[in-house]
């Protein structure tokens, strides 16, 4: 009993960053998850991980006049990961939004809790398909890889380096931009082939309507091109997310 206040120190320090991260991780940072659910959840996963990074976080537990500095350093910390995550993740979403410009159904929205705003149904498909892909592939087990290897990273005590954080989220964007494109790239290639061949309908036969006529065959058309290709795009989509996981800060610390 003696070592309790210590081993509780080094709990709540572990507890700090952990529960930041799990907070902004996807699935996680969902509404529909209630807020107790999340707390139980961190609770779980501290006590979890608690053996194995005890020796990271146990020798700086001891030093009560830097317990409000440790434990905002790693609430920063947790945060920063967690963003960078949920940032990559959005990927699936932005390649959604795209589809749904393609197809015409940009003006079909449902309003997404996570982000605070309302988005295209298929932007919303496409991140639930992707969650259920990442939960199917075991890339969750890939985040709390990602939150161990983070004590190396970013030890307890230190200062982040604000500059490599601020150039790893930049990079981060970049990254799930160009995913995001690359995912949506049949669809965009459709939309243009569509479009110009909607162009050169207009001009030979002026006096038909095409546009009335051209958006249920884009509908039916787009959502079939899509049906076809969703799987490949969920499939690249977990393979990039995990090896972004596993290599995206490999130059960080």
Not at 109 to 118: I, N, S, T, V
Not at 171 to 182: I, N, Q, R
Not at 211 to 240: E, H, K, R, S, W
Request: include cysteine.
């Amino acid at each position: 009993l003696a070592g309790l206040p210590l081993y509780t120190t080094a709990f709540l320090l572990l507890f700090a960053r952990v529960g930041a991260v799990l907070m902004l991780l996807p699935v996680f940072s969902e509404e529909g998850v209630p807020g107790q659910v999340r707390l139980l959840l961190a609770l779980a996963m501290t006590l979890a991980l608690f053996g194995l990074l005890s020796g990271n976080v146990l020798p700086h537990a001891a030093d009560d006049r830097a317990l409000l500095g440790l434990l905002l350093g790693e609430l920063l910390i947790g945060l920063s990961i967690g963003m960078l995550v949920k940032l990559f993740f959005q990927a699936i979403a932005m390649a959604g939004s795209l589809v749904s410009m393609q197809v015409g159904l940009s003006s079909a929205l449902l309003f997404d809790p996570g982000l605070g705003g309302q988005v295209p149904v298929l932007a919303k498909l496409c991140s639930l398909a992707a969650v259920l892909v990442c939960l199917g592939l075991g890339i969750h087990h890939l985040w709390i890889g990602a939150i161990v290897r983070s004590y190396a990273i970013f030890p307890v005590g230190g200062v982040p380096n604000l500059g490599d954080l601020a150039q790893l989220a930049v990079a981060t964007s970049g990254k799930a931009l160009v995913l995001a494109v690359s995912l949506a790239g049949p669809l965009l290639v459709y939309g243009l082939l569509f479009n110009l061949a909607l162009g050169f309908s207009a001009r030979l036969a002026p006096t038909i309507q095409v546009f009335f006529i051209a958006q249920p065959l884009n509908l039916l058309l787009g959502l079939a091109l899509f049906a076809t290709t969703v799987g490949a795009m969920l499939t690249v989509f977990g393979d990039q997310f995990a090896s972004w996981l596993q290599h995206g800060w490999a130059h960080v610390g």
